[in-house]
């Protein structure tokens, strides 16, 4: 193996060396100057994102435990992006909040850590390597949820987190090993050789999708959602419902479309019916919520229903149309994130009826609100209507007409409480709204960005082009 | 023979699995676990994967379970018991794992497995080689990437482990588990106060 080969890991190398290089400067930046961590951490990141853009060979290394191809590396930029966007977002709070606990720089690091997982999950050649980069990726951020332990809700999200973790990676392990004994290699390339459609190779597909199921966020496996994202730091109920959530949608996409595409004929009748089962359950209880926090869990569900629409398809457009989602929903959630945190950063209030009035005093960050929710609702002139609306040709293509219907009527409810939302800002009047506040650069940055992803990825067309050409590499 | 040993570690091991789970004293539920990992390394020498059955034995049954008697001897209400679950409860639990076990165990039964006949022992300088070699079947990034979970893990832990205490009210769901203690401290406070 030669050294230079190295090169092909360089996402994974930068990030290991920047969580280091964060874990020294802990040790050395004296205390009373812990906050300089932050721009430290934001600016080596941002490199790492910068450089991220260079061209990537496509090759694997190890035996094939690694692998990397265009499209892989484009999703680990668009990670990259959104992570960056979320530094941005949560400096305020670790800097008014964190630092003062001494633990700001930790944050980072196991940030980083968890995104290295991630990194090693989507590449993965084999079953082994994914199941340490689904760990490296869970394990970290529950200890991130727990990060306020002073606030009891945060603990018990931590805890709720790692013990529902716990039992999902179980199950999804307990269904690799099946698919090992029925085909005898975790290697993915001799897997799709050997694999045939007999019940104990479903059995194994079952319990694997129930694992990923559960990362997703979809629907028999979403109880653990809402408390987790009411308890933990919004930050990291943002990271949950974007990032972790978007790769854990990315490797098992690759999985079915190259690996398991031979069980295809099982697992559309499975995601037709949890598809329906998570649009469902993710909007008509999102009706009914009060916190915001609560609102965006089942918001974010609802949406992974609507990713499953690209899934059932097994096509490059079904590729295609699931990444260009994603990367468009990591845009509209961190926004809807983002102000939700800056609101809450200074006046601690994270209920739709507090944001009663909010045009009048703050009509910028209320506007961002919108574009961010009429993105998530799909409404036309924004990204999110293009997002929908390529997933939907994707399934109606492959003649899924009833289902599409169904997600349309879908979209329709939830239309109804994204406007709530709305209406709440710019209709409702309130006797005691939010003060007027500017916010620092970091969060102006933040929220600036996923603004103009917002308004732009809509209407670029050459970059749906661009994936959809990618996307050729997992769709023989 | 072979048969019969196999028969007695699969009956030791469900067994202690039940009781494992079913006991409402944690420090019971430990040792019992103790018993299954046992078990399992007995199946391992069985299959002739000595090194993986010296592993079993050193590091689960060895450390992960002192570890775990450790944590639940620092937890602060150690004698405390699990309260008994509803009878209705029960029995839809019960019926649950009975149609999961039957599932489980007619797919893997009917499954028309192949029969190894190669009975290579596998050498602990095999899995040496297998650890550090980078070609195809080699494991060194999975070796590497978990030395960085580990880092990870053990950042988490700290994090956790040196927080402030809780200054929030407490909840006021009742806890999951029954307390028999204070009742007999508050007799006792009682006692006191009629003394003086």
Known sequence: MELSSFFLMRHEMALLAIALILIIAEIFIPKQKKSSAVHLAIFLFGIHTALGFFPLEENSLFGGMFRTNSLIHFFKNVLNIGVFILLLQSADWIQEKIVKLNRGTEFFILLFFSLLG?????????????????????????????????????????????????????????????LYATSGSIYFDDILVAISP?????????????????????VPFHFWTADVYEGAPISVASYLSVISKGAAVFILMIL?????????EVWENMIYVVALATMFVGNLFALRQQNMKRFLAFSSIAQAGFILLGLITGTQLGTASVVYFVMIYIFSNLAAFGVVQAISLKTGKENIDDYNGLYRTNPRLSLIMLLALFSLAGIPPVAGFFGKFFLYTAAAREGYYLLVFLAVVNVTISLYYYLLVVR??????????????????????GLGITVIGILVLGIYSPLYDYIYELSAAFNH | MEKYIFYVLALIMIVSAIASVSSRRMLRSVVYLLFVLIGIAGIYFM???????AIQLTVYAGGIIVLIIFSVLLVHHIDMELEVAKKSKRIITALACLIGLGVFMTTIYSHPFIETTTAVT??????????????????????????ILLLAVMIGAIIIAKGEDVTEEPPKETPLVKQEKPVEKKKELLETEVTV
């Open chain 1, 424 to 445: 709440a800002m710019f209709l409702r009047q309130s006797e005691n709204p939010i003060p007027f506040f500017n916010n620092k650069l970091y969060m102006r940055l």
């Open chain 2, 47 to 53: 299959a002739d994967y000595n090194f993986l059955a």
């Open chain 1, 198 to 218: 007999n019940n104990l190779t479903i059995l194994g597909f079952i319990l694997f999708f129930a694992g990923m199921a559960f990362k997703i966020s979809l």
């Open chain 1, 256 to 264: 079915m479309f190259t690996v398991l595409k031979p069980l295809m």
């Open chain 2, 122 to 147: 596998t050498t602990t300088a095999d899995i040496g080689f297998a650890l550090l070699s980078t070609e195809a079947g080699g494991f060194i990034l999975p070796f590497e990437v978990i030395s």
């Open chain 1, 118 to 178: 991630m990194y090693f999950m989507i590449s993965a050649g084999d079953f082994l390597m994914f199941y340490v980069g689904l760990e490296l990726s869970t394990i970290p951020v529950a200890a991130l949820a727990a990060f306020e332990l002073m606030k009891r809700r945060s603990s018990e999200a931590g805890i709720k987190l790692i013990l529902s973790a716990a039992l999902a990676s179980g199950v999804s392990l307990f269904g690799i090993s099946m």
